[in-house]
């Protein structure tokens, strides 16, 4: 497929024209789901439209509001109708955003292709769609697939019991179709998921039970069995679970990310509570088995709710040219850029703090550190102390620029960061060096959520009009 065919179908021809090639526009707006959801303001969670050009008058400037027609939706994450893995069909365009609603269950299909600067809804899934047809609720992750349809993991039944299953739309009317998954083996819990066609394989991650994290974290969950510690592999053709890779007690395996070359077997999952990014492979007999290749040892503190604190690892992603694994520390503050050239041995290139819990001017004392000499200064950027910690990330195309957010989810945020509830979250940019790794807060750049018009909110996860690294597949 040549990336110049006169009739393509949306995105790139490869990772590597999308970063390299002059198809390869900058950013110049970002979309960003906003939830009000327990912040105790009764207004509707709205999808933002943030310009992030450094020519334009409105740059670091929310520029339109979406809001959602319901309340207390707890937008998330969000994916589009038709992204790079349908490239070669000139019948697909990408100008529907998919927007899942986690707590509600519904499901948001967002027009941003008449005007990309002010989207509109074009269609409301209603969970009961969800709940008849694939007895499933709690909606998370979306990916549009070649064919044209759209899949989107759910955590739960409509009960709020742990349900790792699917749920299939059709691609031009966003009707639920019913299941993707088929057999009798389905995960006790869902969350994230990724897909390799040439390898015939989906990777799913678990997180909890919905019922129980809806209200916030309590360890003794954690003993019941309500939190993941699986990726569940299952065949790409057959749609069944074939496979489960065990990464360890309470090790809540969330966000995982193939490398983006489609004819590669590995790629990385980042498990929240034990601090360790896996690299999971094809092994040489045909099945998938996983290795711990980067661990985050956790800090032992006082004046905080546990004695041991988990840097709490939330996002991660992968630059377009492979080159680069990026994850976020949701509690200990930081963000870490690793060379993965050698995907077995990561080796620590950059690292930035932004906020978290161990900061200087905070209620915990630090007793006990593996890494770090001193606690980190509190994060200040344009005279605004940041609350809570980095959390969701996306970086530019070319690989130089990485943005982040960070609230988490509105019951944890509110849990462990009462602050960040009642100043809203903030979007930061952040400068890599892509020659040698290295990262640097961009001092010019903030987006204070804690300014909107009806009160401060929490925005959520990163998307651009034209695609990113954690939302195209290529086939």
Not at 1 to 19: D, E, I, T, V, W
Not at 156 to 174: A, C, Q, V
Not at 200 to 214: D, F, H, I, Q, R
Request: hydrophobic fraction near 35%.
């Amino acid at each position: 497929k040549s990336a110049k065919c006169g009739a393509c179908g949306p995105g790139y021809a490869s990772p590597l024209h999308a970063m390299k090639g002059k198809y390869c526009p900058r950013e110049e707006i970002l979309y960003l789901p906003c939830i009000y959801r327990n912040t105790g303001i009764e207004k509707p969670d709205y999808l933002a439209t943030v310009d992030v050009d450094p020519m334009s008058p409105h740059y670091c400037q929310v520029i339109h509001r979406l809001p959602m027609p319901n309340l207390k939706d707890e937008l998330h994450h969000s994916g589009w109708n038709a992204c790079s893995s349908c490239f070669g069909d000139a019948t697909k365009k990408r100008n529907y955003l998919i927007l899942p609603s986690l707590i509600s269950s519904r499901i948001y299909v967002v027009d941003v292709g008449t005007d990309l600067r002010a989207p509109r809804i074009h269609k409301i899934v209603e969970p009961v769609e969800l709940f008849w047809k694939g007895n499933v609720a709690n909606p998370h992750t979306s990916h549009c697939l070649g064919s044209g349809e759209i899949v989107i993991s759910c955590l739960g039944d409509p009960s709020g019991n742990g349900k790792g299953s699917f749920i299939l739309l059709d691609g031009e009317t966003f009707e639920v179709k019913g299941n993707w998954e088929k057999g009798e083996k389905i995960p006790s819990l869902g969350y994230d998921f990724w897909y390799q066609p040439r390898h015939n394989v989906l990777m799913s991650t678990e997180w909890g039970t919905p019922k129980v994290l809806a209200g916030g974290f309590n360890p003794a969950d954690l003993e019941k069995g309500h939190y993941g510690r699986h990726i569940n592999v299952w065949d790409w053709n057959s749609h069944n679970c074939i496979q489960s890779i065990d990464l360890g007690k309470n090790s809540v395996p969330l966000e995982i990310r193939f490398l983006h070359d489609p004819a590669a077997s590995e790629g990385f999952v980042g498990c929240a509570l034990s601090g360790a990014v896996h690299r999971f492979y094809k092994t040489e007999k045909g099945d998938w088995a996983a290795e711990k290749v980067i661990e985050v040892p956790s800090k032992k503190v006082k004046g905080w709710f546990l004695p041991d604190m988990p840097g709490l690892i939330t996002d991660i992603l992968i630059s377009l040219d492979d080159r680069f694994l990026y994850f976020s520390n949701w509690l200990h503050g930081d963000i870490r850029q690793y060379d993965i050239t050698n995907t077995r041995k990561p080796k620590l290139v950059g690292q930035v703090f932004l906020g978290g819990s161990i900061t200087k001017d905070g209620h915990v004392t630090v007793v006990e550190d593996q890494e770090l000499q001193c606690q980190p200064e509190p994060f200040v950027i344009k005279g605004k102390k940041v609350q809570g910690g980095p959390q969701m990330l996306q970086l530019s195309l070319d690989g130089k620029r990485l943005y982040v957010t960070t609230s988490l989810y509105s019951g944890w945020d509110k849990q462990f960061y009462p602050d960040l509830i009642k100043e809203g979250s903030v979007m930061l940019q952040i400068n890599v060096d892509t020659e040698k790794g290295g990262l640097k807060v961009n001092t010019n750049f903030l987006v204070d959520f804690g300014k909107e018009p009806d009160g401060p909110v929490l925005a959520h996860e990163i998307r651009y009009p034209g695609g990113d690294c954690t939302s195209d597949i290529w086939m």
